[in-house]
Antibody, heavy 118, light 114 residues
Framework: QVTLRESGPALVKPTQTLTLTCTFS??????????VSWIRQPPGKALEWLAL???????YYSTSLKTRLTISKDTSKNQVVLTMTNMDPVDTATYYC??????????WGQGTLVTVSS | DVVMTQSPLSLPVTLGQPASISCRSS???????????LNWFQQRPGQSPRRLIY???NRDSGVPDRFSGSGSGTDFTLKISRVEAEDVGVYYC???????????FGGGTKVEIK
């Protein structure tokens, strides 16, 4: 079955760089048509898409955050990594990874809460 | 970028009664391949989102048939025929048609029991 799990620091300081890892199973990112996205949700607020990487290593980023984001994949480890630079308290959120391309996102991880505070 | 607007923000419903959530996009969601990439998600309290509907009206596996999606162009609706206690949560629509730049979510509709 398809599973995804996010991992990374629970707390980062302002201006630091956040690195999150999504480890998945049940599918391969080397399979044509497969993609993984990162999506975040500030406490009590709506979902916000951040970035997507596809089977062909094409990368797409949120227009408003693209200067701060980098997404990459390690197909052999079944992992997708997201880095976000210059973290700010407004970036405090639960960060999810999810499977799916623009046609639709079907499976989600449990999410990881990242708090930005000094 | 395309904007997704949901209404209402909050929806108190009596158990066993129907519920309807609206999602409007600022641009048509018909893709160049003829499909309309509009999804609906349910997020129960403390849980990750779960997809209910894809391409406007297709239910995901395991989704009860009391959930249905409809609409076209820029106007879409998620309906729950008879609300049950387990349906409490926040519902989001999401478009994937205007790609790139990216996926866009609506602001969410909170369903609660009266």
């Amino acid at each position: 079955q398809v599973t995804l799990r996010e991992s990374g620091p629970a707390l980062v300081k302002p201006t630091q760089t956040l690195t999150l890892t999504c480890t998945f199973s049940g599918f391969s990112l080397s399979t044509s048509g497969m993609c993984v996205s990162w999506i975040r949700q500030p406490p009590g607020k709506a979902l916000e898409w951040l970035a997507l990487i596809d089977w062909d290593d094409d990368k797409y980023y949120s227009t408003s955050l693209k200067t701060r984001l980098t997404i990459s994949k390690d197909t052999s480890k079944n992992q997708v990594v997201l880095t976000m630079t210059n973290m700010d308290p407004v970036d405090t959120a639960t960060y999810y990874c999810a499977r799916g391309c623009h046609e639709g996102v079907d499976y989600w991880g449990q999410g990881t809460l990242v708090t930005v505070s000094s | 970028d395309v904007v997704m607007t949901q209404s209402p923000l909050s929806l108190p419903v009596t158990l066993g009664q129907p519920a309807s959530i609206s999602c409007r996009s600022s641009q048509s969601l018909v893709y160049s391949d003829g499909n309309t990439y509009l999804n609906w998600f349910q997020q129960r309290p403390g849980q990750s989102p779960r997809r209910l509907i894809y391409k406007v009206s297709n239910r995901d596996s395991g989704v009860p048939d009391r959930f249905s999606g409809s609409g076209s162009g820029t106007d879409f609706t998620l309906k729950i025929s008879r609300v049950e206690a387990e349906d409490v949560g926040v519902y989001y629509c999401m478009q994937g048609t205007h790609w790139p730049p990216g996926l866009t979510f609506g602001g969410g509709t909170k369903v609660e029991i009266k």
